[in-house]
RNA sequence: GACCCUAUCGUCCAGCGGUUAGGACACCGCCCUUUCACGGCGGUAACACGGGUUCGAAUCCCGUUAGGGUCGCCA
């Protein structure tokens, strides 16, 4: 039996992390058994139901990763993939349980009628859980169809869930409560329930649910500010699941190896910015050049930085990698090697431009860099060091005013591959200039 | 309220009857260093509580407490 595994969100404009890691979870599972990715989208509630909410959804996965084999824009042998196209197969199974005596007619809605059986979950999370829904007080009969004839979410999940023949559901926790149901659902339409799995929830800082209004709960958070998505999916496996040996960084193709539902813990877990945003910087680290250019370039592009070719860039990219943590700060790190009216920050100038001596140590080094014939870090550290040391300062003292000088800012790329890149003849025309800037 | 799940450093995860309770983030020192970052070394910091079972419990059982979830004509 081929692996058939799901992601089903409704299109609400956003893309909840928790949401993505359900999806992620699902998608880790099938690709490891090699079965069978789907996207559904359960959009009962035409309310929600836009062209941009589902957009959000496809920019999301897409970005992660995450392909799917079947889904809206994609088709496949179970379609469609939308709930609200699929009226004709809910009045099918509605017939089947007409006919079986399991529902009946309430104020104009329809209702399931419970066996009213104890219902026993095995779950692949969990273990084994016994739900006794025998008292109709506390487990009343729940409504699948609305007096105007739209479809209750209990009924058309179950409903899509057979017909597409999916054989393994893994979702948050949040339904393990709700899964009885649907568990008796699936015996009164004669199928045979698929395996659950139910992952623990993400939390807050205050250890609630994540809501829209917590900084960090939309994919669009991490997309714009500037994540890498090899970051986020290995923070989000990382949460409720470990590959154990304490490891930490972790690539997709290796979590996609070592991925098993059998570790997944039950606690819930709180989402913890600090550690996704190492873990990021950890990521662009160990990316090869490429593929930070590539990540990079859009940001770059974004802000409209002046750099000619892509020949260009790549010098300028690679010198900022192994320092920089969000993509989003890359424009303002390698501005100042592609224009001549880059800004100086004001309080930069002020603590290395404005002390006694300045000047004379830009005059210095700019005499000491005119001699320098091979233009490479090595070099220009030894010609920098020198210099410093002839004028009797610490190299600090001559590499603060330098930097600033150079590129009008305090933090950066590292110095001696900065003014490498920005090559001798600026390099030699921003030390002149910013003596004019300097104290005597 | 009923039912379900959970309970190890501030946070994430190891541990699955015998460990000086381990790693990571964050935090604090020190080192390296041109700032930031990276890297290295070290430090602070946890088994919710009470009963059992056992020669021996963070690990197994029960209770209490706390947190989360479900009980919709939301998904």
Redesign the pocket.
């Known amino acids: 039996m081929t692996v058939r595994t799901r992601f089903a969100?409704?299109p609400t404009g956003f893309l909840h992390v928790g949401g993505a890691r359900t999806a992620l979870f699902n998608w880790l599972f099938a690709r490891k058994h090699g079965g069978q990715f789907i996207l559904r989208i359960?959009?009962?509630?035409e309310k929600r139901n836009t062209a941009e909410a589902n957009q959000v959804i496809f920019d999301g996965l897409n970005w992660l990763g995450l392909d799917w084999d079947e889904g809206p824009d994609k088709g496949g042998d179970y379609g469609p993939y939308r709930q609200s196209e699929r009226n004709a197969v809910y009045e099918k199974h509605l017939a089947v349980l007409e006919a079986g005596g399991h529902v009946y007619e309430?104020?104009?809605?329809i209702r399931f009628r419970s066996p009213r059986k104890m219902v026993v979950v095995e779950d692949m999370v969990?273990?084994r859980?016994?739900?006794?829904m025998s008292n109709p007080a506390?487990?009343?009969d729940?409504?699948i169809r609305?007096?105007d004839g739209?479809?209750?979410?209990?009924f058309v999940n179950v409903v899509d869930d057979i017909e597409m023949k999916l054989t393994h559901v893994i979702r948050g926790?949040?339904?393990?409560?709700?899964t009885p149901k649907h568990i008796e659902l699936y015996n009164a339409l004669g199928a045979t329930p698929p395996k659950f799995g139910h992952i623990?929830?993400i939390?807050n800082h205050e250890?609630?649910?994540l809501s829209k209004r917590d900084g960090g709960s939309s994919i669009t958070y991490f997309m714009d500010l500037g994540y890498t998505p090899e970051a986020v999916i290995n923070y989000l496996c990382?949460?409720?699941?470990?590959p154990?040996e304490?490891r930490?960084r972790l690539d997709v193709a290796e979590i996609r190896e070592l991925f098993d539902l059998e570790?997944i813990?039950?606690?819930?877990?709180?989402f913890?910015l600090?550690?996704c945003?190492?873990l990021n910087?950890?990521h662009i680290?160990a990316m090869s050049l490429e593929r930070f250019v590539q990540l990079a370039k859009p940001f770059v592009d974004k802000a409209g930085i002046p750099y000619g070719t892509e020949a260009a860039l790549l010098p300028a990219l690679a010198i900022v990698k192994?320092?920089v943590?969000h993509l989003s700060d890359v424009p303002d790190w390698i501005g100042f090697l592609f224009t001549e009216d880059f800004a100086m920050d004001a309080e930069a100038v002020e603590k290395s431009l404005k002390k006694p001596g300045a000047a004379a140590r830009l005059e210095a080094l700019s005499e000491a860099f005119a001699t320098v014939t091979d233009w490479a870090h090595a070099s220009l550290?030894t010609t920098l060091?020198a210099t410093a040391t002839t004028l009797g300062i610490k190299?600090?003292e001559m590499?603060?005013p330098a930097?600033v000088a150079l590129s009008g800012r305090?933090?950066?790329?590292?110095?001696?591959e900065m003014i490498e890149v920005l090559g001798k003849d600026r390099t030699l025309a921003r030390l002149e200039r910013a003596k004019s800037l300097a104290a005597e």
Request: hydrophobic share 25%; net charge negative; charged share 30%.
């Open positions: 969100p409704s359960e959009d009962t509630d309430d104020e104009g809605a969990c273990g859980i016994e739900f006794d506390t487990h009343p729940m409504t609305r007096p739209s479809w209750i979410f209990h926790e949040d339904h393990l409560s709700n623990p929830l939390l250890g609630k649910k990382l949460l409720g699941w470990s154990g304490n930490e570790h813990n039950r606690r819930n877990a709180i913890d600090d550690k945003f190492w910087g950890q680290l192994p320092k943590k550290e060091k190299t600090g590499v603060h930097r305090s933090v950066g790329p590292g110095l001696y």
